[in-house]
């Protein structure tokens, strides 16, 4: 938007972008107490549903939550 200061004329540009991408979750899986029942824990964005897919093909599904 162009400002006057007497016969001056000042014009200012701003640029914003903004990131509407949702980051990957970080998960791991991990058997920390060998008792070969892996447990898995990570981060996403709260309120996503989460697939866990296992190597036998089953798969299990989660809400996120704040934590």
Do not use: F
Not at 3 to 22: A, K, P, W
Not at 25 to 48: C, F, R, T, Y
């Amino acid at each position: 938007m162009p400002m006057r200061c007497g016969s001056l004329v000042i014009s200012v540009l701003q640029y914003y972008s903004l990131d509407t991408m949702v980051a990957a979750p970080q998960i791991v899986v991990a058997d920390a107490n060998g008792d070969n029942l892996p447990e898995e824990s990570g981060k996403a964005e709260a309120g996503s549903t989460v697939t866990v897919k296992w190597p036998d093909g089953s798969s299990i599904q989660g809400l996120t939550d704040i934590n």
